[in-house]
């Protein structure tokens, strides 16, 4: 592999990890202050993602069954923005890449909620089942944040965003 | 570049468009399985979110006992999960309820003998403190948690409304979680991961085993 390609191997994963703590920290966020509000607990989406590993007992854990949350959680949001900073590498302008990355956040909550969760993560999929639309709305949310992968991608390539594929074809004149 | 995004782009927009209608729909019953009969009952429906409402209402009663009297910061924990847990179970019965136009108060006599039933537990509560406290706190939850599991599992059965079925087989595996998390505190063990205590997630239980197995 050349030291071309390498560069730009990690500006993916780079700006793909970055975009997606961002994206999951934001996730969380919303998703915390939703719990607090509805009167649900504000620990609670960490105390369910650490039923990942404790079961139900998370659900009555103390600080570090929540620590355990949050460390999954941002893993896991991480490994998620890296995956779309790879499907969104040819570099679509922000606009494109905030539908893709909207698009790629209600693809993941379908799955999410349909195949991974029921099976391993019931104790969080009988509580998401109560509150469906705000579980959908956290998924946009975090869709938003991961719009952020293509710009962060030019920017640990260090470079500015070739918009020549996108100019008027070589040769002919400009409209002006 | 433009067209190479353009049509894939195209594709996700629209299923996401469609997964938001489904969304802002906001129904519990996406969960349930499609071809539910719903030529709905709606005796036996009243009959079971009465009793769903009921067991709620108990537990909340008892959980605010628990959430402050309690000696161990697990027990509060449990006392204010089951309390917001049976809250927002009973606001979704109670919503079902008035789409469905279906009237929840007991007759007289039941209202009164539940009544009289939470001031029982209550005067078996007055005067215990610590951990005498707690151990009669969780036999009560233990015993009302299997009691409800057992009258909903046989009311499901004949509850024929899709909401409502969709509401009393959440209710039920939230009621086999607080069951679970009651054993655990009576036994009093610390909170096991990969592989230790009985309420290890089946996914870790599967690793584990295979781990052994040579």
């Known amino acids: 592999m050349t030291p071309g390609r390498w560069r730009r191997v990690l500006a993916v994963v780079g700006a793909g990890a970055f975009s997606g703590l961002v994206a999951g920290s934001l996730m969380l966020l919303t ?82 909620t349909w195949v991974v969760v029921p099976v391993v993560a019931p104790v969080m999929y009988e509580r998401i089942r109560l509150v469906p639309v705000a579980w959908y709305a956290i998924h946009l949310v975090f869709g938003a944040g991961l719009a952020l992968a293509p710009v962060l991608t030019w920017f640990f390539e260090g470079r500015p965003r070739d918009r020549t594929e996108e100019a008027e074809p070589a040769g002919e004149p400009a409209l002006a | 570049m433009r067209s190479r995004v353009r049509i894939p782009a195209a594709i996700v927009a629209l299923a996401c468009l469609i997964s938001s209608a489904a969304a802002v729909a906001d129904q519990p019953a996406w969960f349930t399985q499609p071809g539910a009969d719903v030529s709905a009952n709606p005796r036996v429906t009243a009959q079971m979110l009465r009793v769903l409402r009921w067991k709620a209402q108990l537990d909340i009663t008892l959980s605010q006992h628990a959430r402050v009297r309690a000696d161990r910061p697990e027990v509060r924990r449990y006392a204010q999960r089951l309390l917001r847990d049976h809250q927002l179970i009973e606001e979704r019965l109670l919503g079902l309820a008035e789409r469905l136009d279906l009237e929840l108060r007991p007759p007289a006599a039941e209202e009164e003998a539940q009544a009289e039933r939470i001031r029982q537990h209550i005067r078996q509560l007055r005067g215990l403190t610590g951990s005498s406290f707690e151990a009669e706190w969780l036999a009560m939850m233990a015993s009302s948690h299997r009691t409800a599991i057992q ?19 959440n209710a039920l595996s939230l009621s086999d979680q607080h069951l679970a998390l009651t054993r655990t505190l009576q036994r009093q063990q610390p909170l096991g991961v990969l592989g230790v205590g009985p309420n290890t997630p089946l996914w870790i239980q599967i690793l584990t085993q295979a781990g052994r197995s040579p």
Do not use: K, N, Y
């Not at chain 1, 509000?37 to 960490?46: I, M």
């Not at chain 1, 854990?61 to 893993?75: F, K, R």
């Open chain 1, 31 to 112: 998703a915390m202050i939703h719990a607090e509000v509805t009167d649900l607990g504000f620990w609670l989406p960490l105390r369910q993602v650490a039923a990942l590993w404790f079961g139900v007992d998370a659900l009555i854990g103390d600080g570090g069954v929540i620590l355990v949350g949050l460390l999954t959680h941002l893993v896991v949001a991480a490994g998620w923005g890296i995956v779309f900073a790879a499907l969104t590498r040819s570099g679509p302008s922000l606009g494109v890449s905030l539908v893709l990355a909207l698009a790629f956040a209600t693809a993941l909550w379908m799955v999410m």
């Open chain 2, 151 to 169: 009258q909903l599992a046989r009311l499901r059965s004949e509850v024929q409304e899709p909401e409502a079925r969709a509401l009393v087989r």
